[in-house]
């Protein structure tokens, strides 16, 4: 008799940051190639505007039949599914500066930093991936809707943000979208 595998549930919060945003696509398109995982994606109003402008919108079907949009705070209700474990982890990725600074002042007013503190507070681990990272010189390229590369420049308050959030219970920064994979490589069952 052939053990039969358990599926391994995530929920993807995606804000709205180019930032990232073809990378993480393609890491998480990689990632449901197994049969053993399945995604659950809610986005950001924010984050439509910003899949669509990057012609990636409808790439996210091929991730999960499961796409939600936020329509508030809590709608839809992913914060009960989070806390009650329904899912080994909570993935934001990418997270704006915005998110990110919402989160380490404790203000949960949108889905995705919601989705953050309901899950924080049932001990579900949090992995974001912050737009700002520390470099040496403050710049960070990035990949515009047309391929073109295209350099950004780190504002101070964000970088403090990054590490405020590094230093929070509970979460996990990461900083680059291919760490996504050996994260869930720790969960499969």
């Given at each position: 008799m052939s053990e039969k595998k358990l599926t391994t549930k995530?929920?993807?919060?995606?804000?709205?940051?180019?930032?990232?945003?073809?990378?993480?696509?393609q890491v998480m398109k990689k990632i449901v190639k197994r049969s053993d995982v399945k995604v659950a994606i809610?986005?950001?109003?924010s984050?439509?505007?910003v899949l669509k402008w990057y012609g990636l919108f409808n790439e996210l079907e091929s991730i999960s039949p499961?796409?939600?949009?936020?329509?508030?705070?809590?709608?839809?209700?992913?914060?009960g599914p989070l806390q009650v474990g329904k899912f080994k982890f909570l993935l934001i990725a990418p997270a704006t500066a915005n998110t990110v600074a919402k989160i380490v002042n404790g203000i949960a007013d949108t889905l995705i930093t919601n989705a953050v503190s309901q899950a924080n507070k049932g001990n579900v681990p949090i992995y974001i991936l912050p737009v700002d990272q520390e470099t040496e010189t403050k710049n960070v390229t990035t990949i515009l809707?047309?391929?073109?590369?295209?350099?950004?420049t780190m504002r101070d308050i964000d970088l403090k943000n990054t590490r405020k959030l590094k230093r929070m219970k509970g979460?996990?920064?990461?900083?680059?979208?291919?760490?996504?994979e050996k994260i869930l490589k720790r969960y499969m069952s």
């Open positions: 995530i929920a993807w919060g995606i804000s709205g940051s180019g930032d990232y945003m073809p990378e993480t696509v809610f986005l950001s109003k984050a439509v505007m499961r796409i939600m949009v936020e329509k508030g705070p809590n709608e839809p209700f992913i914060a809707p047309t391929g073109e590369k295209f350099e950004l979460i996990t920064v990461i900083t680059r979208p291919l760490e996504i």
